[in-house]
């Protein structure tokens, strides 16, 4: 095979280079595709593309008739090395900005900073009109003064390559109150235009009547004590809104959102972290993919959260709904609740209306303080189905496990345990009559428990 | 740094090899003025380098080495 020649070297390390490299200019110019996250979920794609390179060299050496470079090189092994410490590294310090976001660690070198604060000059607005916020990078402050004035303080930071420029940046911005068609306009004349980054944010004070559109491509977003109706759109940010009389939308792309205390509907939807949602008079909807933690209380009327993982439906949620990556806890629903999920345990609680759970793979739980008044529904894939029910219920059961076993605490004359070839089944009365009870599962046991 | 009673080689392989240094340190001078006159910074610009890097690496390792001399 050999001709006597050098080994050739491996594509290898050109090819991780090039995928490194890659990943880096998207994690910095697209942060809110999350290609870390991506990374670590599908880091064994590197494994192949080490495959795919070796067949490579295998074949354009058998083709050329070269000696075949080894599988692991040492420098291709010290450079793996490196990536995995380099990956490491970020991953840690992503943490750590995660956790402390105040301890502002600041990679830019290159970077000179100037800072100035601006009050514009307060304009009276009519009662229930409408304002919109815009920022491309800064947060977002606004709460409600008395009055009529629509006040506004912009902390304009500028950054540059050099101090001058940076105070010349500052020099060339504008932030304007402009009265459009629709109600009144804050935002800044060539925030963008310029070279160099400038960061505008805002602090306003509105009467309480207005409604309130904000927005930031990067930044935070803060609103409480509205009337109106308040509409969030955060491309890279935390958003927080609390107190408002009226209906509250929010779009997210990365970051966590936090709500409390909303006379009307909330809906979000995006993508991002946590959610936590307390004390909502009309509907709750969250929609879009969510890392989580979510946490959800107390909601009137209806809480709809849409998912890859799952559809989740509750009618009039007293307790909390929480989600992360594993699980769903739900807990005191005052009317119906529906579930479809895979992949996920759950575990439900005092639901007073009719309870419906639709999972491909996991555990279920579910457990009544009081008798139950409707029907209840679960179907199950793979994975146990775990129902406690106090002593006294009425009910009439139909639970089969088709490669398990139904285990009861109840007894009754009527109730019927068997086992055909394998498949558990239980039927029967319990009491007298009562809501209807039907369980299916392929694969684990069912247990009917009766609470002490 | 080269044997002198060796004769230089021309293989593609060669040439590619030899590339890679001017290659990197031409780029490293680029990504710096657009650092200087663009909005965009030699921190947010840097992984070009890896990419350049992996491109020289992946050409060489698939040049072919017909005529090439020495060890």
Same mark, same amino acid.
């Given at each position: ?21 890659? $990943? ?20 064994? *794609? ?9 067949? #490579? ?7 050329? &008739? ?108 504008? *932030? #304007? ?8 306009? *804050?935002?800044? #004349? ?19 009547? #207005? ?5 930031? /491509? ?26 408002? &009389? ?25 993508? &991002? ?23 959800? /209380? ?27 990556? &594993? ?87 009527? $109730? ?37 | ?71």
């Amino acid at each position: 095979m050999s001709n006597g020649g050098p080994q050739r070297s491996s594509i290898f390390s050109g090819l991780l280079l090039i995928v490194l490299g890659v $990943l880096f200019l998207l994690a910095r110019f697209h942060p809110d595709l999350g290609i870390w996250r991506l990374f670590w979920r599908f880091w064994p *794609v590197l494994i192949i593309l080490w495959g795919v390179a070796k067949l #490579v060299d295998h074949m354009s050496a058998q083709h050329s &008739g070269d000696a075949r470079p080894p599988l692991l090189t040492g420098g291709e092994a010290a450079l793996l090395l490196l990536v995995v410490f380099v990956l490491a590294g970020m991953g840690i310090y992503t943490k750590i900005r995660e956790k402390h976001p105040d301890m502002n660690i600041d990679l830019d070198l290159f970077k000179h900073k100037n800072s100035q604060t601006v009050e514009l000059p307060p304009k009276t607005i009519p009662a229930g009109t409408h304002v919109t916020v815009t920022t491309a990078l800064g947060g977002i402050v606004a709460h409600v003064g008395d009055g009529n004035d629509l006040r506004v303080s912009v902390t304009e930071t500028a950054e540059a390559t050099n101090e001058d420029a940076a105070a010349d940046l500052i020099k060339s911005l504008k *932030v #304007v109150i402009e009265q459009t068609s629709g109600g009144y306009d *804050v935002h800044a #004349v060539n925030q963008e235009e310029n070279e160099g980054r400038v960061t505008l944010d805002f602090d306003v004070t509105l009467p309480k009547s #207005v409604s309130l559109t904000a927005t930031s /491509r990067r930044g935070d977003i803060s609103i409480s004590g509205l009337a109106g109706a308040v509409a969030v759109t955060s491309q890279n940010g935390d958003v927080e809104v609390h107190d408002i &009389g009226s209906d509250v939308t929010a779009q997210l792309t990365k970051g966590d959102a936090r709500i409390d205390d909303i006379t009307g509907n909330v809906r979000i939807t995006g993508r &991002g972290n946590e959610i936590e949602m307390n004390d909502v008079a009309g509907d709750a909807t969250v929609q879009g993919e969510f890392f989580g933690p979510v946490h959800i /209380r107390n909601v009137t009327k209806t809480t709809h959260y849409t998912s890859q993982a799952g559809d989740l439906t509750l009618a009039h949620l007293t307790g909390r709904l929480e989600l992360d990556s &594993g699980d769903i806890s739900v807990s005191d629903v005052a009317g119906f609740a529906k579930l479809a999920a895979h992949d996920k345990d759950i575990e439900v609680e005092n639901v007073a209306g009719r309870l419906d759970i639709a999972l491909n793979h996991g555990d279920i739980k579910a457990t009544y303080a009081q008798p139950p008044r409707e029907d209840i529904n679960i179907a199950n894939g793979t994975g146990e189905v775990d129902l406690t029910l106090p002593a006294k219920s009425n009910f009439e059961v139909s639970a089969i496990s088709r490669s398990g076993e139904v285990q009861s605490d109840f007894e009754a004359p009527s $109730l019927k345990p068997a086992d055909n070839n394998g498949t558990g089944t239980l039927t029967g009365k319990v009491g007298a009559s009562g809501p209807k009870i039907s369980i299916v599962t392929s694969y684990g046991t069912i247990y009917l428990r009766k609470s002490s | 740094m080269s044997d002198p009673t060796q004769p230089v080689c021309h293989c593609p392989y060669c040439k590619i090899r030899g590339l890679l240094g001017p290659v990197m340190i031409i780029t490293v001078g680029i990504l710096f003025l657009i650092g200087e006159y663009t909005r965009f910074s030699f921190v947010e610009l840097w992984p070009i380098l890896l990419i350049v890097a992996g491109v020289v690496l992946t050409a060489r390792s698939l040049a072919s080495k017909e005529g090439h001399l020495g060890s």
